[in-house]
């Protein structure tokens, strides 16, 4: 009767251990760091969940154990936890990110500062920068235009009572140029604005070798949704539409 029970036992422990491996389970966590802990992405890899830590670097995910959770942010080193037993039974789980410092050789560019700021300043080179205040005449004060931005302004715009400039270059087709270039342009600037922000993060769940990793950024452009959606500054989002976007772009080197 005594083998019996222990056998029956033995039979329950092994039930319950597999229950808790399989069971997923919703975790809390805290990131913490030396500075910025809010909009910090945490993945889980294993089962593709994604969220991001609030203005404390508390967030929630939903896994089970072995499941592999990524936390990543461009400012830090990324971190990946391996989820046990333990974090499962506590629902919570612990991390602390490392900055991500870039070393410099150290360089000492003209005259050597003493650290007394009215000392310095009279002997640096220092001159203020002189603008269209210090002269008295009004000038502009919002966003700087780039250079396409200008041109299709200066193409679109004209004086007297019938402007001819927009009329004439409407006609010769060059506004409709100018437009399509500051399209390529703005599309391009998202393109690697998207690039830098997410790429380490993408590849790091679903790698591609980096010889196909612009061709693959380039496909995404072609995508309508790409550009509207860069403009949500929304990292979650986007990170899922790159994901989809990888699948159809492997499958599409596999057809050819």
Not at 212 to 218: A, H, I
Request: charged fraction near 25%; hydrophobic fraction near 40%.
């Amino acid at each position: 009767m005594i083998k019996v029970k222990a056998i029956v036992y033995l039979i329950l422990c092994v039930f319950q251990i597999g229950l808790i491996h399989s069971q997923a389970t919703e975790i809390r966590g805290k990131v913490t760091a030396s500075s910025d802990i809010d909009r910090i992405h945490v993945i889980n890899k294993t089962a593709n969940k994604f969220t991001i830590t609030n203005d404390n670097g508390e967030f929630l995910i939903t896994a089970s154990v072995n499941d592999t959770i990524l936390i990543s942010a461009i400012q830090y080193k990324p971190m990946e936890v391996l989820v046990t037993s333990q974090m499962i039974q506590s629902k919570f789980v612990s991390v602390k990110l490392n900055d991500k410092i870039t070393e410099l050789d150290e360089v000492v560019v003209g005259k050597v500062l003493t650290g007394d700021l009215r000392s310095d300043i009279e002997n640096s080179d220092a001159k203020a920068n002189l603008n269209f205040y210090d002269l008295g005449i009004p000038g502009y004060t919002g966003k700087p235009k780039t250079q396409s931005e200008r041109r299709l302004h200066e193409a679109t715009t004209g004086g007297g009572i019938v402007p001819l400039n927009p009329i004439l270059n409407w006609i010769s087709g060059r506004t409709k140029k100018l437009k399509a270039q500051l399209a390529r342009e703005n599309i391009d600037n998202a393109m690697k604005k998207t690039m830098s922000s997410l790429s380490e993060m993408l590849f790091n769940i679903d790698n591609l070798e980096p010889s196909k990793r612009v061709e693959f950024f380039y496909f995404v452009t072609d995508d309508a949704n790409f550009l509207p959606l860069s403009k949500t500054n929304n990292d979650l989002k986007m990170l899922e539409f790159l994901q989809q976007k990888l699948q159809a772009f492997k499958s599409q080197i596999e057809d050819n």
